[in-house]
Antibody
Framework: EVQLVESGGGLVQPGGSLRLSCAGS????????MTWVRQAPGKGLEWVAG????????LYVDSVKGRFTVSKDDADKSLYLQMDSLGVEDTAVYYC???????????WGQGTLVTVSS | DIQMTQSPSSLYASVGDGVTITCRAS??????LNWYQQKPGQAPKLLIY???NLQSGVPSRFSGSGSGTDFTLTISSLQLEDFATYYC?????????FGPGTKVDIK
C-alpha cells in the first residue's frame, strides 16, 4: 500500500525556518517525481514545488523561489522542504504528493500544518 | 503563469442530480488537466487525469471532457459522499496551477 506521511510542521516566528519531511512507503520512491502542495486556512490549493526522480530538476512557484528548497533522499524514501525566511503568508497545511507524469498526483499525505506567527 | 478559473464557485444540488463544473485555462494546455475532490479535513483525491481519464477506483458517475482551454467535470447522479470541493489543475507547465475550487453543497 502506498503511503506518504508528512512531519515537521509547527509554529515558527516570521523570518524563521522549518524543514518538512515526507516519508514514502509502498512504492519505488526513486522512480517518481514528487511534489509539495499547500493550502492556507480556508483557501484553495497552491502548488509549491516539485523534484524530478533523480533530483536534477527542481521547480518552484515564484512566491517561494530563493526561500524554499526541495530535496529528496531515495535511500530513506523521503522528500524534504526546507523553508527559510518564512512569512505569515506561508501559513498553510503542506501536503506532499506522488506525481504520475501526465496523470496527476495520485497519492497524497495527510498534511502538516505550518503556522507563521509572532 | 497559466491562470485557471472555475465556475461556478459554489452550487447547491440534491442527491441524484447531475452536476457540471467548468474549468478554463488562460492559454491552451492541450489535455493536461486533472480534477481533484477534497472533503473537509482531508487531503485531495485524484478523480480524473489528462482531461478525461478516470483514476482507478473512482466511480463511473464522474467524467471529464475538454481540451485546449475549456474543460468540464460532470457528476451524473450526485451521491451523499460527493458533497465536497472540486479543483482542476493544469499539469502542462510549471507552476502547475490549481483552479480556485467549486464547492458542491447539499440543497
Amino acid at each position: 500500500e502506498v503511503q506518504l506521511v508528512e512531519s515537521g510542521g509547527g509554529l515558527v516566528q516570521p523570518g524563521g525556518s522549518l524543514r518538512l519531511s515526507c516519508a514514502g512507503s509502498g512504492f519505488i520512491f526513486s522512480q517518481y517525481w514528487m511534489t509539495w502542495v499547500r493550502q492556507a486556512p480556508g483557501k484553495g490549493l497552491e502548488w509549491v514545488a516539485g523534484i524530478k526522480q533523480d533530483g536534477t530538476e527542481k521547480l518552484y512557484v515564484d512566491s517561494v523561489k530563493g526561500r524554499f528548497t526541495v530535496s529528496k533522499d531515495d535511500a530513506d524514501k523521503s522528500l524534504y522542504l526546507q523553508m527559510d525566511s518564512l512569512g505569515v503568508e506561508d501559513t498553510a497545511v503542506y501536503y506532499c504528493a506522488r506525481v504520475r507524469t501526465g496523470r496527476g498526483y495520485d497519492y497524497w499525505g495527510q498534511g502538516t500544518l505550518v503556522t507563521v506567527s509572532s | 503563469d497559466i491562470q485557471m478559473t472555475q465556475s461556478p464557485s459554489s452550487l447547491y444540488a440534491s442527491v441524484g442530480d447531475g452536476v457540471t463544473i467548468t474549468c478554463r485555462a488562460s492559454q491552451s494546455i492541450s489535455s493536461y488537466l486533472n480534477w481533484y475532490q477534497q472533503k473537509p479535513g482531508q487531503a485531495p483525491k485524484l478523480l480524473i487525469y489528462a482531461a478525461f481519464n478516470l483514476q482507478s477506483g473512482v466511480p463511473s458517475r464522474f467524467s471529464g471532457s475538454g481540451s485546449g482551454t475549456d474543460f468540464t467535470l460532470t457528476i451524473s447522479s450526485l451521491q451523499l459522499e460527493d458533497f465536497a470541493t472540486y479543483y482542476c489543475q493544469q499539469s502542462y507547465t510549471s507552476p502547475f496551477t490549481f483552479g480556485p475550487g467549486t464547492k458542491v453543497d447539499i440543497k
